[in-house]
């Protein structure tokens, strides 16, 4: 949406505004004006006109202006019906030089997971890729990730699921707790609080990154959201919001979302020490595997900027920076 187009919005949304008058505070023509209304109208915005000028009836229920309309946090947004994957478009976009862009779709047709697993993205979910050049060094942008995923979930537990994070990237609702969904909703996530360990999937993270040695060139975080979507089109072990508590305004989740996610990305320490306050991972005994190892034990903490601390039984601490993690029951 372009800056005039946000203008125009904005002056509507405080009430009844004559043609002329809206004219001239944004100093432009009224056939400008009316362009731009006629737009905003093409983009779902209900704007009528009366004797005392325009009048803003109602937003469209989701898509890129209705997201940008209200948002507090500097981004733009690109919404499509459907597109293959949000992350291959935002790369595209981070390759011509874009910033602070996030991709959002309805439904995508090649979506995929970490180590290029399926995912599914029907319509009604919530798929977004945000596209960053943050002033990181590059081993500093595993913190994103961890932003993301308490963003996600934030976002999650003010909609009133009882969301909780498993290292790296997914967040997850835990049966118990699906019972009790909706208790939470006045809750502050800030608090964290001990929902209880494990459970379905409700959302996952994937980031991809470009640079050099000593500098991120950009950043791509996508979030894979099951938010208004039947269970019956979802991998098995896998849950969504609908499931939980129920349909969602999903242009109200996803400005939560990036507007967490604005307040976090700027303060990389701080989104580390979030994400453990709504870990489901830490105390619990878990399995990682990496390429050449696997490690068993209990996980203790997750270090700057993401990597799992897990104490083996022989009271050896590894630090694990990328793998697959299982939760275990208690030995």
């Known amino acids: 949406m372009n800056d005039t187009r946000r203008a125009v919005l904005d002056a509507l949304a405080d009430g009844p505004v004559p043609g002329p008058e809206l004219a001239d505070s944004l100093g432009v023509s009224r056939n400008a004006v009316w362009k731009h209304v006629e737009a905003l109208r093409d983009a779902g915005f209900e704007v009528t006109s009366d004797d005392d000028g325009y009048v803003l009836d109602a937003l469209p229920e989701y898509g890129g202006p209705a997201v940008e309309f209200g948002l507090d946090a500097p981004f733009g947004v690109e919404y499509h019906d459907a597109v293959g994957s949000t992350n291959d478009r935002a790369r595209e976009l981070a390759t011509e030089g874009a910033a602070d862009v996030a991709v959002l779709a309805d439904e995508q047709t090649g979506s995929r997971g970490r180590l290029d697993r399926e995912w599914s993205a029907p319509s009604g979910g919530v ?104 269970t019956d089109d979802l991998p098995e072990g896998a849950t969504s919001i609908r499931e939980a508590v129920g349909d969602i305004d999903r242009r109200a989740f996803v400005q939560r979302f990036l ?61 694990v920076h990328a793998g697959d993690c299982e939760h275990l029951r208690p030995v």
């Not at 003010?158 to 707790?177: F, Q, R, T």
């Not at 700027?266 to 453990?276: L, T, Y």
């Open 259 to 319: 507007e967490r996610f604005d307040e976090l990305r700027a303060d990389p320490e701080k989104a580390v020490e979030a994400w453990r306050e709504r870990s489901a991972t830490l105390g619990q005994r878990v399995r990682v595997e990496m390429p050449n190892r696997e490690v068993v034990g209990e996980a203790v903490d997750v270090a700057f900027p993401g990597a799992l601390v897990v104490e083996t039984d022989d009271g050896e601490r590894v630090r």
């Open 127 to 230: 798929w977004a890729s945000v596209v960053l050049r943050p002033d990181l060094p590059p081993a500093h942008a595993p913190a994103l990730t961890l932003a993301a995923a308490v963003a996600t979930t934030d976002a999650a537990r003010e909609a009133g699921v009882p969301a909780e994070i498993k290292w790296p990237n997914d967040v997850l609702v835990s049966e118990s707790n699906e019972e009790t969904a909706g208790d939470i909703s006045e809750s502050r996530p800030e608090t964290g609080g001990t929902p209880s360990r494990g459970g379905r999937k409700l959302a996952g993270i994937l980031t991809e990154m470009e640079g050099e040695a000593d500098r991120v060139s950009w950043v791509v975080v996508g979030v894979g959201v099951n938010a208004n979507v039947s």
